[in-house]
């Protein structure tokens, strides 16, 4: 009998504590997207040629439709450094959709300037295929990331993104 009860208790808790999980993730303060990675891409630059190594780490989420998020590219080919503030996060699917101002960088011209990028997010283990992404072009200031620009194309190579 004891162990009966024991049972029925665990099922009805774990039922209570099911119902107060579904409770907290709808409250407000939850986070509705986000978006992390790092890695390094290989990327060859239309019109020279020119054959680009970026590292890259970021991490944004929106939370109660308010983005934010920080980032660093290192354009390896040209010893460039540069950290931004996302402040525009667009998640879509798997894809997530990304820009931010400059704060800092190697290159003092970059700083102030808008830069935009988006991932790709193909899943966990060694069977899925890599995950991608873009470059990180300058944008108008004024550059909107809820209706994006850029499709990830380039493999993220010893890294991971995850878009949720």
Do not use: W
Not at 75 to 101: E, K, P, T, W
């Amino acid at each position: 009998m004891c162990k009966r009860r024991i049972g029925g208790g665990l099922v009805l808790l774990g039922v209570a504590v099911a119902g107060l999980a579904q409770t907290v993730s709808a409250a407000p303060g939850g986070v509705d997207h986000s978006a992390t990675g790092s890695g390094h891409f290989t990327a060859t630059f239309a019109p020279t040629g020119e054959v680009g190594y970026r590292n890259f780490s970021f991490s944004a989420r929106e939370i109660d439709g308010v983005d934010s998020g920080k980032a660093q590219i290192n354009n390896r080919s040209q010893n460039v450094v540069a950290h931004f503030d996302i402040d525009c996060l667009n998640v879509v699917g798997n894809v997530a959709h990304m820009s931010g101002i400059v704060t800092q960088s190697s290159n003092p011209a970059e700083v102030g300037t808008r830069h935009r990028f988006a991932v790709q997010d193909n899943g966990e283990g060694a069977g899925a295929p890599p995950d991608l992404i873009t470059t990180a072009p300058t944008v108008p200031l004024d550059y909107d990331c809820d209706n994006p620009t850029g499709t990830p194309t380039v493999p993220v190579e010893n890294g991971n993104v995850q878009v949720r």
